[in-house]
């Protein structure tokens, strides 16, 4: 193994919602910052998702497999480049609602309560929102949670298709409202991401390197087991070490876990910081389910997503327990989601066998309907030598096919109200498998209690003292919103911890 010659204040693995944004925050400390990066920058046509071929070639596919429950191989929706997943989202930057840092009962169980409160991540949300260039409109949606500044940018204008509906969804007494979206305004890649606003901003500062093609494999701990001494990464097929101050990782939340269990010693017998035996346990990855709906005119079939309706968020009349979150999805082909809903491809086929997949793209509105599901110990990361398992159920189903019932009903009255829309129809809909982890999150909880949590409320491992995981493993709980903006904000959160820290 060749050990670097230099010594870091501070060493950053991965450069997603997490790393990019933490990496941009302390750049200006003038410490000297080391980031690991697996992937490599991305080629700008491989970040054209306005492709039909999205649904052959699997593009956002990492090249390797995970496993999972009954040992079938997949090959999972991550991408592996500087900005990490943030490269191909969406870009709907959406707060956690007040209630989401609280326990709340759902039909099917209890999200428990967030040791840091909605309070607590306010002012680094305003100051999330404001790098990543939200723009948004706060007084429409009754669930949106209280801002102590506006959003930086005035609301993306709605097509003429999506803004006919949205006024025939506020008919119906539903408040649709403009999805916040991070957008830098460049016609070649208009969304907002970790690589632009984190990164790129970071590495203008002399004493920030980053080494791309450089995977993480384990972490080296001093005698004592306290302290991670050294950052094991294997770059161009040899073995290099690294050595840091301090460790912070923002692999995701399925990789961070992997990396923990794998760093496995005589100290950490279970996987580094791992004594609660909670470390991989609690994954949730939210369900989330498209709904087509057709219309007669063409439209350009490559929008963004732009609308979203939380009417149902904490339930309704007939169901008072939290549904979930519905969005239009971008233009159907064009969204990278979609394309891993096959058995809603052959659907659509069957109901509509006229349509080909150009039409489809360009007659068609999806619709994401998107349900929090709950923290239960036996959704887990896995580790059996260089095997990664992924052991999940999904749960909470009850509450998402209610949603689903309740907003396709809904899509009928408003389509009886609309003459561009299609009539009477059946509306096709998927549910997203195994190999979707966009919104993976909670396999290293935050809390006080070490027997309960693997991270502190600063997200320092509670046994070593100098390693952090900023990613979204931390969630005690998932929301029914997407998950970025939470991660951004909470690297911010940390990132003043460890100004301080550094100090
Ligand atoms: C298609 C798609 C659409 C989405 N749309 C939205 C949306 O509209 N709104 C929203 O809020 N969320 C959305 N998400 C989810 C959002 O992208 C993620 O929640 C977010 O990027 C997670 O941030 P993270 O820092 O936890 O991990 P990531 O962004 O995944 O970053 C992890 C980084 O670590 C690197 N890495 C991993 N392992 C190692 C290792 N061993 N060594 C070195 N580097 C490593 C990876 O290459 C990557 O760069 C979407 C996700 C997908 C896939």
């Not at 403009?178 to 590495?203: C, F, H, K, Q, Y």
Request: proline share 7%; glycine share 8%.
């Amino acid at each position: 193994m060749i050990i670097d010659d230099q010594y870091y204040d501070l060493i950053i693995v991965g450069t997603g919602a997490g790393g990019g944004t933490l990496a941009q925050k302390l750049a200006p400390t003038g410490k000297k910052i080391l980031i690991l990066e697996r992937g490599d920058f991305m080629p700008l046509e491989e970040q054209n998702r306005t492709n039909v071929d999205i649904f052959k070639r699997e593009r956002y596919h990492a090249p390797e497999q995970w496993y999972d429950s009954a040992g079938e191989p997949f090959s999972p929706q991550m991408n592996y480049a500087v900005g990490g997943n943030t490269k191909i989202y969406g870009a709907a930057l959406l707060r956690f609602r007040e209630r989401d840092f609280e326990t709340v009962k759902h039909q099917a169980g209890v999200s428990p309560e967030w040791c840091v409160k909605y309070s607590d991540f306010e002012p680094y949300y305003t100051e999330a929102e404001m790098l990543y260039k939200v723009h948004g409109q706060i007084a429409i949606d009754p669930t949106e949670p209280p801002h102590s500044a506006d959003y930086p940018f005035p609301a993306l204008v709605q097509t003429p298709e999506i803004a006919e509906i949205s006024e025939a969804i506020a008919k119906l007494g539903l408040h649709p409202s403009p999805l916040p979206l991070g957008l830098t305004r460049e016609d070649d890649d208009p969304t907002n991401d970790a690589e632009v606003s984190g990164i790129i901003p970071a590495l203008k500062h002399p004493h920030v390197t980053l080494k791309t093609g450089a995977k993480v494999v384990y972490l080296h701990t001093n005698p004592s087991g306290r302290g991670v001494k050294g950052v094991e990464a294997e770059i161009g097929g040899q073995s290099y070490l690294f050595l840091a101050d301090i460790v912070v990782l923002a692999c995701g939340a399925v990789n961070s876990a992997a990396l923990l269990l794998r760093s496995a010693s005589d100290r950490h017998p279970q996987g580094l910081a791992n004594s609660s035996q909670l470390v991989g346990r609690n994954l949730m990855k939210s369900l989330m389910t498209v709904v087509v709906q057709l219309s007669r005119k063409a439209n350009s079939g490559v929008f963004q997503k732009t609308l979203c309706v939380n009417d149902f968020y904490g339930g309704d009349a007939n169901f008072p327990y939290p549904m979930g979150h519905i969005y239009n999805s971008g233009g159907l082909l064009a969204d990278p989601i979609f394309a891993e809903a096959p058995p809603l491809l052959s659907s659509l086929a069957k109901f509509m066998p006229e349509f080909g997949l150009k039409q489809l793209a360009t007659r068609s509105i999806g619709w994401w309907i998107q349900t929090e599901d709950l923290p239960d110990s036996h959704n887990r990361v896995r580790v059996e030598g260089k095997k990664l398992l992924i052991e999940y159920t999904s749960n909470n189903s009850e509450a998402h096919d209610r949603l689903i019932y309740r907003w396709t009903d809904l899509l009928k009255s408003v389509e009886k109200n609309l003459k561009g829309l299609q009539q009477g129809m059946v509306h096709p809909r998927g549910e997203v498998p195994i190999q979707v982890v966009a919104n993976q999150c909670g396999t290293c909880r935050f809390g006080n209690d070490p027997t309960t949590s693997v991270l502190d409320p600063n997200c320092r491992t509670h046994e070593v003292d100098n390693l952090y995981v900023v990613d979204s493993s931390f969630f005690p709980s998932n929301a029914s919103v997407s998950p970025a903006l939470t991660i951004m904000a909470n690297a911010l959160r940390v990132g003043e911890h460890l100004i301080e820290r550094l100090r």
